[in-house]
């Protein structure tokens, strides 16, 4: 992929999912205010050939479409993404989100305002499966962890580890990097699920400052079905938060950040969340006692 102009703003989606939903996040993108984008659909082998057609009869220049030789996974779709970005920022968007008419504009604004800023959250907005609003527990529990500012807030070293460490509250498909930057790491390929933490500490310990921005400019598309439910069936989801928080623990005490580390080893949020899917476990059909106990292990093991 040739280098692109340096005021363009590089969107790549790394799909997997829904064709119809894929176009609506496509005519977002397609809707902005501010024209100074190109978007990348990198397709990660979907077994619907509806997918690429469509793409071979698009007409604007500033859309492009790729598919994997291969299927590479979350992880390595997602590295596939980075590994292509070549302006200087570059969002990965879910294939099912939406961006605002204003995210494009909004977004060259900061970044000529803060030029200290490599990570950049936008407002957020929940929408369910429909487009309607949504106010599901967990985003209920991310706007309560998310510091309060009125205006664009600029975060960084061992105050903004201990906060996402503490809980989350980041929504990972609306943020914009610059591309330099985030470049200088690389997606964990062992935790396709927590990668986007693991990504952004990575980066906060390397020393990038995040942009927390009140204005919203992103929808994020929260669906009822989740990995919730492979997280009860074989652990897999909270197996991986343990693992994370561990290494991310040892990362904290490296880099001196004993608050950091502290937050790490207790990871409150990670088991209360464990706690909030003891029902579903209550209720799982093929083996309750073995999904209740994979819940009770994650909140209160070591």
Known sequence: M????????????PYWGDPSLLRTTIDSVRAQDDDRWTLTVVDDCYPDPSVADSFAREGDPRIRYRRNDENLGIAGNFQRC??????????????????????VARAHALLAAYPSADIFQPGVRVID?????????G???????TPRTPVPLLLSGEDLAVSLLRGNWLYWPSLMFRTAQVKRQAFRQ?????LDLALVMDMVTDGSSLLLDPQVTFAYRRHETSLSGTALSDGSRF???????????????????????????????????????????LRSPDDRAGA?????????AR
Not at 83 to 101: I, K, T, W
Not at 190 to 194: G, M, S
Not at 272 to 278: D, G, M, V
């Open 139 to 145: 985003d209920r529990v991310k706007r309560w962890l």
């Open 239 to 281: 197996a991986q938060d343990r693992r994370y928080f561990a290494d991310a623990a040892a990362q904290m005490r490296r880099t001196g950040w004993r608050r950091a580390e502290r937050e790490a080893r207790t990871r409150w949020t990670s088991r209360l969340h464990a706690i909030t899917l003891a029902p579903d476990a």
């Open 129 to 137: 499966a429909d487009g309607e609003a949504s106010s599901p527990l």
């Open 82 to 103: 980075l590994d292509l970005a070549s302006g200087d920022a570059v969002v990965f968007l879910g294939c099912d989100d939406v961006l605002e008419p204003s995210y």
């Open 190 to 194: 062992d935790l396709p699920i927590i």
């Open 2 to 13: 040739t280098a692109e102009p340096a005021d363009r703003l590089e969107i790549f989606v």
């Open 292 to 300: 209740l106990r994979q819940v009770v292990r994650h909140a209160f």
